[in-house]
């Protein structure tokens, strides 16, 4: 696969995760929603109504989780985002599982007060996961960021 194809990557990804994990959505269907503003509506809700029918497809119900938005905005990440249903969700999940992944090319989950850096730059903070947010994300909640390309390579490996 070349090294700059993210397409590719993110098909990879997609079919890999839904092949192999459980995917765990929040009960409100923030997420849905957000996934549904990047990718074509009848290819996603047939997707979707598969993992449902396949059992892969959980829905959690998710708390404010206050605490950790403050700890998280004091790193850069945007204080009214709604990427912070992601979070959430996967604070969801540790609870339930142990262990949650975020699969991300976005720096605001990995080192949002990077964003704008180079792209060498950028590569960098994504594959080797050293982002403020990855770090605190990882080490206080267990709930590891990993960029597309990482998951593939290692799904399970924290």
């Known amino acids: 696969m070349p090294p ?14 839904s092949r192999d994990n ?10 849905l929603q957000d996934w549904s503003n990047g990718l074509r509506e009848e290819w996603l809700k047939v997707w979707y109504e598969e993992l449902l029918i396949q059992d892969k497809a959980i829905l959690v119900e998710v708390d ?7 700890r998280l905005t004091q790193l850069g990440f945007p204080i009214n985002s709604r990427d912070f249903w992601y979070v959430k969700t996967a604070r969801k999940v540790v609870q339930l599982t142990q262990r ?26 994504l594959i080797d996961e050293t982002g403020s947010v990855a ?7 267990n709930i590891h960021v990993k960029c597309i390309r990482n998951f593939i390579d290692n799904p399970s490996d924290p």
């Open 4 to 17: 700059n194809n993210y397409t590719a990557l993110a098909t990879g990804a997609i079919n890999k995760i």
């Open 22 to 31: 459980p995917l765990y959505f929040d009960e409100g269907g923030q997420i």
């Open 64 to 70: 404010s989780c206050q605490d950790l938005r403050r």
């Open 100 to 125: 949650a992944f975020l699969v991300t090319e976005d720096l605001d989950f990995h080192e949002p007060r990077r964003k704008g850096c180079s792209s060498i730059e950028r590569e960098r903070i």
């Open 135 to 141: 770090k605190l994300l990882r080490r206080n909640e």
